[in-house]
């Protein structure tokens, strides 16, 4: 099991920076439903604590769902942490594709944050954010690698499962508190047997037809 370290935080925070922005999306894979970004602001102070809660803390795909739970309550009720999450549409996804949807949660989620002082920006991923001053850095598979962006995992993951599960009430057919969206057999089952609904992807559902 590979932890991520808070090496490069903690370098960071020793040349001067006060907050620590760790930003991470979900749902990108899925067949139905908004993706989701999170930003999570971390302050210099979080890292001189011992947080023996949230030892073993780690990517959110690496967690069962008890265990995100856990870690989401632990981090959001931390002074020394603010977090913002936002999601891109299914009609925004459809429309603009799924990597500007991501770019556009990300950004939105940066700016709702409203931290300016002293702050830098980890991204997981390859791809900068534009429109923000902020000094940042894209790392591939930062999520595994960065305890910030883990953070950022955790959170966005559990926000989005809970909402992929009030849908699941509001659309029952298709199981979506089971699979999130997904596409599992049984999820792409329903779809061949009753069609599509208004949570559909098209832009996605059009690649699993060809």
Same mark, same amino acid.
């Given at each position: 099991?590979?932890?991520?370290?808070?090496?490069?935080?903690?370098?960071?925070?020793? #040349?001067?920076?006060?907050? *620590?922005?760790?930003?991470?999306?979900?749902?990108?894979?899925?067949?139905?439903?908004?993706?989701?970004?999170?930003?999570?602001?971390?302050?210099?102070?979080?890292?001189?604590?011992?947080?023996?809660?949230?030892?073993?803390?780690?990517?959110?795909?690496?967690?069962?769902?008890?265990?995100?739970?856990?870690?989401?309550?632990?981090?959001?009720?931390?002074?020394?942490?603010?977090?913002?999450?936002?999601?891109?549409?299914? =009609?925004?996804?459809?429309?603009?594709?799924? =990597?500007?949807? *991501?770019?556009?949660?990300?950004?939105?989620?940066?700016?709702?944050?409203?931290?300016?002082?002293?702050?830098?920006?980890?991204?997981?991923?390859?791809?900068?954010?534009?429109?923000?001053?902020?000094?940042?850095?894209?790392?591939?598979?930062?999520?595994?690698?960065?305890?910030?962006?883990?953070?950022?995992?955790? *959170?966005?993951?559990?926000?989005?499962?809970?909402?992929? =599960?009030?849908?699941?009430?509001?659309?029952?057919?298709?199981?979506?508190?089971?699979?999130?969206?997904?596409?599992?057999?049984?999820?792409?089952?329903?779809?061949?047997?009753?069609?599509?609904?208004?949570?559909?992807?098209? #832009?996605?559902?059009?690649?699993?037809?060809?």
């Amino acid at each position: 099991m590979i932890l991520p370290t808070k090496k490069r935080e903690l370098a960071l925070l020793d #040349s001067g920076y006060d907050y *620590i922005i760790g930003i991470d999306e979900v749902g990108v894979g899925c067949i139905a439903g908004p993706v989701t970004a999170c930003a999570v602001a971390i302050h210099r102070d979080f890292y001189q604590k011992t947080n023996k809660n949230l030892r073993r803390l780690r990517d959110s795909k690496q967690l069962s769902p008890e265990q995100r739970e856990k870690y989401c309550t632990e981090l959001i009720k931390s002074r020394y942490l603010k977090y913002i999450v936002h999601s891109s549409s299914v =009609s925004t996804i459809d429309r603009l594709g799924i =990597s500007e949807a *991501i770019h556009q949660a990300m950004l939105k989620a940066v700016q709702k944050l409203n931290v300016t002082k002293r702050s830098f920006v980890l991204i997981d991923g390859q791809k900068r954010i534009k429109k923000i001053k902020l000094p940042q850095q894209t790392i591939v598979k930062g999520d595994v690698k960065i305890f910030a962006i883990a953070c950022a995992s955790i *959170i966005a993951k559990v926000h989005r499962d809970r909402l992929m =599960s009030q849908y699941g009430k509001k659309f029952p057919i298709y199981g979506f508190e089971q699979h999130k969206g997904y596409p599992t057999p049984l999820h792409k089952k329903k779809i061949q047997d009753i069609g599509p609904c208004v949570l559909h992807r098209k #832009s996605f559902l059009r690649r699993l037809k060809s």
